[in-house]
């Protein structure tokens, strides 16, 4: 670490790293959270391939605009083993044997490995990694609904069959990515947007005139233990996706933030938004770098209708000014996969590619830094 950095950060907490790190390649490079306008996933991945090719981070798109089980919840709640799912109108409900909804879902996540296979064998040089998302076991359980109408959430037993039913479809999912995809390492992203308020007491009950108990940090923690045991063990790498920081707030007083509990769980990294980091969170940022994680950053916010992305130097400069403050060596720089702020699923196809291209010219800047410092 450079001169001028706080003394007291030179104790770094962040735990060791777990058995596959996720590999640093020496470049700061980029890749997005996987949803993706549109319909048409030979298309789409088309795009992301082509705008994301070695050394940065292509994905498996997700179509939520296919309906329902295209949508994050759906789609992750088909990779479920033993527990299956219907579609009611206040959401997705946990039932005993699968009915049409629950197939469609299964199919539409088929079609687009198989979709992903057909575009990567047509490609003269297929890329060296691949990028899987699935709702976390905690955010599923708060938008999953059980037979009496609670979510389950509401269940201890329930949170964790939810859990037991989600790392067993893990080793499945990796191998049939790896299938689609020969020879590439596969990190895993698993999305945890509603995790603060779980371990705040945030979640609405069924009725919504009443939030749910917390979930204790401890449970997290050893759910989330769990989750990386199971992605390591099929050969991946684990990378939680969490909400804003601005949203820890809420959190009791000596409970860990969720990007903390992320890294004691194991994952080689975690998935932030720029928007809202204050000092304390860039700490926890720097600690994770200078103890061999990855972050991935969400420097770029996705562009409202009918207007432009930022430009290069204003995102480069959004990464530098705090990375400079904390007295980061600029040779830590790799450490970042840059992504947007939120998925893309909302924006325009060719807004979706203007900023994936748009962050990989800021690596590429962010690489010329590194190169003069």
Request: contains cysteine; proline residues 8%; glycine residues 10%.
């Amino acid at each position: 670490m450079q001169q001028g950095a706080d003394p007291e950060r030179r104790g770094s907490t962040v735990p060791e790293l777990p058995p596959h790190p996720e590999a640093r390649t020496g470049t700061v490079t980029a890749t997005a959270a996987g949803s993706w306008p549109g319909t048409d996933p030979v298309e789409s991945s088309r795009v992301v391939r082509g705008e994301l090719g070695d050394p940065h981070l292509p994905f498996l798109v997700e179509l939520p605009q296919r309906g329902p089980g295209a949508d994050p919840l759906g789609r992750s709640a088909a990779l479920l083993v033993d527990l299956f799912v219907d579609l009611q109108p206040h959401g997705w409900r946990l039932v005993e044997r699968p009915g049409k909804e629950h197939r469609r879902a299964v199919s539409l996540l088929t079609q687009d490995l198989n979709a992903l296979a057909d575009v990567i064998g047509a490609e003269e040089r297929p890329g060296e990694a691949l990028k899987i998302s699935l709702r976390g076991p905690l955010s599923l359980a708060a938008n999953l609904y059980l037979h009496n109408g609670e979510r389950a959430l509401a269940d201890a037993g329930a949170r964790r069959d939810i859990l037991q039913s989600f790392t067993a479809g893990i080793g499945d999912y990796v191998a049939r990515a790896v299938s689609s995809a020969p020879g590439a390492r596969i990190t895993v992203q698993v999305d945890e947007p509603d995790i603060t308020a779980v371990l705040a007491g945030g979640i609405p009950t069924a009725s919504g005139y009443r939030t749910l108990r917390s979930v204790p940090s401890s449970e997290v923690s050893a759910a989330w233990h769990q989750v990386c045991g199971a992605v390591s063990a099929a050969g991946a790498d684990t990378v939680f996706a969490l909400p804003r920081a601005e949203s820890f707030g809420p959190l009791r007083a000596g409970t860990q933030s969720p990007f903390e509990l992320a890294l004691g769980a194991g994952a080689s990294g975690a998935a932030l938004a720029a928007d809202g980091l204050d000092a304390r969170d860039w700490e926890g940022i720097a600690e994770a770098v200078e103890g061999g994680r990855r972050v991935w950053l969400g420097v770029l916010p996705v562009p409202a209708a009918g207007t432009d992305v930022p430009q290069v130097s204003a995102l480069v400069e959004r990464v530098l000014r705090p990375w400079r403050k904390l007295g980061l060596s600029l040779q830590d720089l790799p450490a970042l996969r840059l992504t947007p702020s939120e998925g893309l699923a909302e924006a325009s196809p060719d807004a979706a590619r203007k900023v994936l291209s748009r962050l990989t010219q800021t690596a590429s800047a962010l690489d010329q830094v590194v190169a003069e410092g």
